[in-house]
């Protein structure tokens, strides 16, 4: 990933981050000012001795002149291959200027506390909060100017009453509640968050959010609803999506997760069951009631239903006599031997 040097986004290409840069910071500084103060001034060729005006002209001869790619020459004159300094894997070569990228993916760019503070700071310097997304008063403002410029009436107000008349599984599902104003409230789909419901918390989602999931529903996909970015990225569902677990099933079952992912799954199916029980003080099966070898059962089958695979709602604590003898019974769809020969497409 290729990270902005004012702001700290991260982008795919170089491509993406001009065209951020000259958007976003046009007011600050210009392209070919950024390129000179962060990416490189001239370039000399090492192997000819030709001067360039910048890399990516040298770039250019290296791979006319000298038949060279720029990777190469990269290695054999600049610098060494790169690492996410996040994971520690290999990364992707950019340019001469750029080297190779920091971050591996978008995922440890997000999860990088250099690229956080960047991102704050910017927030903070430009608004005078870190998360000016989340900010009641900026929203507030927002609120208004949208009103003043559509003549009172916002545009994309959608109250509960109207969802639920309009989309009643999605607010089954979901189980959305009305807020005292009206507004729809929701459960953010991290289980460690305040607004999850495990918390017994929720927050307002926006009308994009909402088009997403009833899009997930729809197409039996897994778009859930997060309160921010910080629990999108916390969130093992977040990167595992519906279509990619179906094409995983048919190629090799055990790809589906790992087992530090079953493990997080697992011990948020029990915790998730003394949060709705307070009255139990140790977890329990839920069919005869037993405190001793406990497991959990997914009540999706994961052979039929693979998006539900890292889903704590889709989990319930059993026995393990209770999980083979009642869950996975001979002669129903769901025993083990017909879930065993289940060919899915």
């Known amino acids: 990933m290729?990270?902005?040097?004012?702001?700290?986004?991260?982008?795919?290409?170089?491509?993406?981050?001009?065209?951020?840069?000259?958007?976003?910071?046009?007011?600050?500084?210009?392209?070919?000012?950024?390129?000179?103060?962060?990416?490189?001034?001239?370039?000399?060729?090492?192997?000819?001795?030709?001067?360039?005006?910048?890399?990516?002209?040298?770039?250019?001869?290296?791979?006319?002149?000298?038949?060279?790619?720029?990777?190469?020459?990269?290695?054999?004159?600049?610098?060494?291959?790169?690492?996410?300094?996040?994971?520690?894997?290999?990364?992707?070569?950019?340019?001469?200027?750029?080297?190779?990228?920091?971050?591996?993916?978008?995922?440890?760019?997000?999860?990088?506390?250099?690229?956080?503070?960047?991102?704050?700071?910017?927030?903070?310097?430009?608004?005078?909060?870190?998360?000016?997304?989340?900010?009641?008063?900026?929203?507030?403002?927002?609120?208004?100017?949208?009103?003043?410029?559509?003549?009172?009436?916002?545009?994309?107000?959608?109250?509960?009453?109207?969802?639920?008349?309009?989309?009643?599984?999605l607010v089954k599902v979901e189980e959305l509640i009305e807020g005292p104003n009206g507004e729809i409230l929701a459960h953010c789909k991290n289980s460690k968050c305040k607004n999850s419901k495990e918390n017994d918390g929720y927050f307002e989602p926006t009308i994009y959010q909402l088009n997403w999931r009833k899009q997930g529903i729809d197409k039996n996909d897994t778009y859930y609803f997060y309160c921010c970015e910080e629990c999108k990225h916390e969130c093992p569902l977040y990167w595992r999506s519906a279509s990619t677990l179906h094409n995983l099933i048919t190629e090799d079952p055990e790809k589906l997760y790992n087992s530090s992912e079953l493990s997080i799954w697992r011990k948020e199916v029990f915790i998730r069951q003394l949060r709705k029980n307070p009255e139990h003080i140790e977890n329990y099966c839920e069919i005869c009631g037993s405190t001793e070898n406990l497991q959990a059962h997914h009540i999706q089958p994961i052979k039929l239903y693979p998006e539900y695979a890292l889903d704590p709602e889709n989990g319930l604590v059993v026995c393990e006599k209770c999980h083979y003898e009642k869950c996975h019974k001979k002669g129903t769809e769901c025993s083990t031997g017909n879930l065993a020969n289940k060919i899915c497409n």
């Open 2 to 169: 290729l990270n902005c040097e004012i702001c700290g986004r991260a982008f795919e290409s170089f491509k993406k981050l001009s065209s951020h840069i000259w958007q976003a910071h046009k007011n600050e500084i210009k392209l070919e000012e950024y390129y000179l103060k962060f990416i490189g001034e001239k370039g000399k060729c090492e192997i000819c001795g030709l001067e360039y005006k910048n890399l990516l002209s040298l770039s250019v001869h290296i791979s006319r002149s000298h038949e060279m790619k720029s990777e190469e020459y990269y290695l054999k004159f600049i610098g060494e291959k790169g690492k996410c300094i996040e994971c520690g894997k290999d990364t992707n070569f950019v340019s001469l200027g750029e080297g190779y990228r920091k971050f591996c993916s978008k995922k440890c760019s997000n999860n990088s506390i250099e690229v956080k503070n960047k991102r704050k700071q910017t927030c903070l310097e430009k608004s005078g909060y870190e998360y000016p997304s989340q900010n009641s008063e900026i929203k507030k403002r927002q609120q208004e100017s949208t009103l003043r410029n559509n003549n009172g009436i916002h545009p994309n107000i959608l109250t509960y009453k109207k969802l639920k008349e309009k989309y009643p599984l």
